[in-house]
DNA sequence: AAATCTTACTTAACGCCGTTAATTTATGCA
DNA sequence: TGCATAAATTAACGGCGTTAAGTAAGATTT
């Protein structure tokens, strides 16, 4: 290591055409991720098919495999962007209220709301079915650890929105809004309502036209239970 | 018809046969409900396989066919007892409560105990995605109809848990317990809370052992908060 | 009791799926 | 121009739900 001669033209051109060849790479890499998007927003996550995603783009199946680990991993690339702009929300609703309360309020619609409008995205972040069935088979197999620590990845998003929304309870606990109680719990008692009727919502159970009537009593129900 | 005439010997051996036919042909059928019951308790729903069950019972797979019109069918019978289970234990827990506060408390503890004790029959039941992904699809063809009763299906199952939860709720209004409110809304605010805690703790987004840390927060943050 | 009809079930096949291995085609480099 | 390497393809495997055609056993009729 550390040989640093001045680099020759050859070295350079070569550089040059490394890094076009990767501009290339990442482009239809960029390419499988928007068709990816556009076909489990069409279909549904559990309706979503890796040989249309390379139909769509005009590629074989398996070229697919080239970009992304599998089927899971190209899927849970096309959320990264849903968790982005899910954080986003979540932070500008929480900033645009002053009180704790009224945080919670505004919390808690922006969740909702980002939920009823898109459904397929927020199926695919926080309604994935969990991997315990599975667990026997992944720990008789090698590859465990790696699956596992996919299976884990959408905890590391949600870190963003939880902390606002501890942080949301711990002011009112503070000042006074609210009785005591630890935030955690509260924050993932509110957590769990809030994707419950979303969930409620994206399923036969309840029409989502409902479920927007719900909204109110059951976030004034919650805040007003938070209260002293 | 009204041809009552004495049933002779032939007509009624002809009976018995008929009767033990239909008696074989009813074995089977529970035969395979049991059977994918026990499959898809140890797979879980979206893990679930025609061919599997068909294997267990030693049948060919095409034999399912002639007692369940559909793999989706077959599932929905196979829930139909858990639905019945499910009505017991919400209404035994309700009844082992007097005061409306001390029912929805223990019809809550009650709804996400049978969720955490039985995951693959709570998502069977009540995790289903929506199908609206395949409304246009369906509309198309001419099976339409029949499909969209069958996803309604789970929604007259629940009326009966659903029942007893706004009759707690209007008994909490009328005694002065709970505040004024639509007590439909409400109950549907409380339906979501709950089956969102559960929905987290079959997902990897929640470990179950934190979500029981939940249930105590969430229930009196709840309850708490319908009070006057 | 033999022939016919019906029922229960199977075999074969279709079109889909995710995924892997071997193979071809295109591209950059000497 | 040849060679090495990268990129994409074709072929194949095993699995899936489902349908249509075929078969073997059972019941019914004569």
Redesign the pocket.
Known sequence: MMDSKPPTQ?AR??AA??E??EGR?RE?REQILRAAGEEFTAHGPEN?????VAERIG?????I??YFQ???ALLLSTVEDGFRSFDQTIEDAVNGASDAPAQLEALGRAYIAFGLENPPLYRLMFMQPNTDYLMPRLLGSGTAPADLEAAAQPLHHRVVAQELLVAALQKGIKDGSFRKGDPVLLADALWASVHGLVSLALSPLMAPQHAENVVSPLLSTLINGLKA
């Open positions: 050859a051109t070569r055409s490394l076009r060849r790479k239809l979503f098919s890796l040989r249309r590629y074989s199946p398996t070229t495999y080239l599998n089927k899971e």
